[in-house]
């Protein structure tokens, strides 16, 4: 029975200095995991507000390029137009802007056939804003999956053109 006596206390201190180690262990885990899952909500974050800035660049930019083809007078037809010209340069560099930012395939293609159609426009190929809502739908909705991977949009959807 006396070795109990000195022998309990020291196992009890042996248990707690275990149990005080594991427990510090196991907060510094924690701790660690719940840094590294804001460091990526922090990247997301800002890759999210860059691809933004390069997909409002390349609409502002589309914009433009439709508004200046398609409102030509008749007969203006495929003259050199260097303002024009300029715009489908532009275009195009904010196209590779959205082709170096984006993370998914989808919108790098959709972002192309969207640039290739208004440079077509631009072109005098096309004379109908219609023939560009495919491809910009298809844009738009690319950009939204890509922003908010894994979201649906609740209203709104739209939907391509058959």
Same mark, same amino acid.
Request: hydrophobic share 45%.
């Given at each position: 029975? @006396?070795?109990?006596?000195?022998?309990?206390?020291?196992?009890?201190?042996?248990?707690?200095?275990?149990? @005080?180690?594991? @427990?510090?262990?196991?907060? &510094?885990?924690?701790?660690?995991? $719940?840094?590294?899952? &804001?460091?990526?909500?922090?990247?997301?974050?800002?890759?999210?507000?860059?691809?933004?800035?390069?997909?409002?660049?390349?609409?502002?930019?589309?914009? &433009?390029?439709?508004?200046?083809?398609?409102? !030509?007078?008749?007969?203006?037809?495929?003259? =050199?137009?260097?303002?024009?010209?300029?715009?489908?340069?532009?275009?195009?560099? $904010?196209? $590779?802007?959205?082709?170096?930012?984006?993370?998914?395939?989808?919108? !790098?293609?959709?972002?192309?056939?969207?640039?290739? !159609?208004?440079?077509?426009?631009?072109? @005098?190929?096309?004379?109908?804003?219609?023939?560009?809502?495919?491809?910009?739908?298809?844009?738009?909705?690319?950009?939204?999956?890509?922003?908010?991977?894994? &979201?649906?949009?609740?209203?709104?959807?739209?939907? =391509?053109?058959?």
């Amino acid at each position: 029975m @006396g070795s109990w006596g000195t022998l309990g206390p020291a196992l009890l201190s042996l248990a707690g200095v275990a149990l @005080g180690a594991g @427990g510090s262990l196991f907060g &510094q885990y924690l701790v660690s995991r $719940a840094s590294a899952r &804001q460091l990526e909500i922090q990247e997301s974050a800002a890759h999210r507000a860059e691809l933004k800035n390069v997909i409002l660049k390349f609409l502002s930019i589309a914009s &433009q390029v439709e508004k200046a083809a398609l409102t !030509r007078p008749p007969g203006g037809g495929t003259a =050199a137009d260097p303002v024009l010209d300029q715009l489908v340069d532009d275009l195009w560099l $904010a196209q $590779a802007e959205i082709d170096l930012a984006a993370r998914s395939e989808p919108l !790098r293609g959709a972002t192309y056939r969207y640039a290739a !159609r208004l440079a077509e426009a631009a072109r @005098g190929e096309i004379a109908d804003a219609s023939a560009l809502r495919g491809p910009q739908v298809q844009f738009m909705d690319a950009a939204y999956d890509d922003l908010w991977p894994g &979201q649906r949009r609740t209203a709104g959807d739209s939907l =391509a053109p058959p």
